[in-house]
């Protein structure tokens, strides 16, 4: 297991915390001009701490829609931001699962087709894809859905243990991880209360990381720590606990 930061869009963050971990994920913004992030620099901060990379694709940018002519731009855009992820040997990138409208079933072939597409993008640039659940939010597709659609493309899984949680509490943690936990590769570990505040430190809030050993004891897969906060020991608190969450029993 490989243990990480989420770390935004920033490089100075990334200076600042990603000692003593193996990788650091940082997020593109939608529009980001990629000549205007400074790769050498962050080469030069990631060599330092002998850190990897993995990229989290824009949060706003929906995969589906039932209009071809978006649909083959939003496959172009990716495309070429998994292009500059694969020249920074990122070694994995997230999307987020959402489509313009989630819960209408004539758009999920349409999800699929451009989920395996953008996957064929981002293995010809060495990335593995990762999608994200995201069925807390509007234009999130719900944990079941998307745990098929992925199965049905062969698209590895970045399971947000916390978003997974605010879309249905533990019992969704426990029913995704017991129908589709073989698909995970990549973890996001957080906290979360039911009253709407998440990404907080493991042991803040009501998740039942049980259930997370007894699907996923001895993962081997990434795990990055998305805990909003630069506060050191508060992260590794955090890591901490998700690595005895997920250590061999």
Not at 35 to 64: M, W, Y
Not at 226 to 233: C, K, N, Q, R, S
Request: glycine letters at 10%; aromatic letters at 6%.
């Amino acid at each position: 297991m490989d243990l990480g930061l989420t770390v935004g869009d920033s490089i100075d963050r990334t200076a600042r915390t990603i000692d003593g971990f193996d990788f650091a994920e940082l997020s593109i913004g939608e529009g980001t001009d990629m000549d205007s992030i400074n790769s050498e620099r962050l080469e030069t901060v990631l060599e330092g701490s002998d850190a990897d990379l993995c990229v989290h694709l824009p949060f706003k940018q929906v995969v589906a829609t039932s209009v071809p002519e978006i649909d083959d731009a939003i496959r172009e855009y990716l495309s070429r931001l998994l292009e500059w992820a694969g020249s920074v040997d990122a070694r994995k990138a997230v999307l987020h699962g959402t489509a313009r409208n989630p819960h209408d079933t004539d758009l999920r072939p349409i999800f699929a087709a451009q989920l395996e597409a953008i996957g064929t993008a981002a293995e010809a640039e060495g990335v593995e894809l990762v999608v994200e659940n995201v069925g807390h939010q509007k234009r999130g597709l719900p944990l079941s859905v998307l745990g098929d659609l992925a199965r049905e493309t062969d698209t590895s899984v970045c399971f947000d243990i916390g978003h997974a949680y605010m879309e249905d509490g533990n019992d969704a943690v426990d029913r995704f991880l017991s129908g589709y936990g073989d698909l995970v590769s990549h973890l996001h570990v957080h906290d979360a209360r039911s009253r709407g505040d998440t990404h907080l430190p493991i042991g803040a809030g009501e998740i039942d990381y049980g259930i997370v050993t007894d699907h996923l004891a001895g993962f081997d897969g990434t795990v990055a720590i998305e805990v909003f906060t630069d506060d050191l020991a508060l992260l590794q608190d955090t890591g901490e606990r998700a690595t005895a969450a997920l250590e061999d029993a």
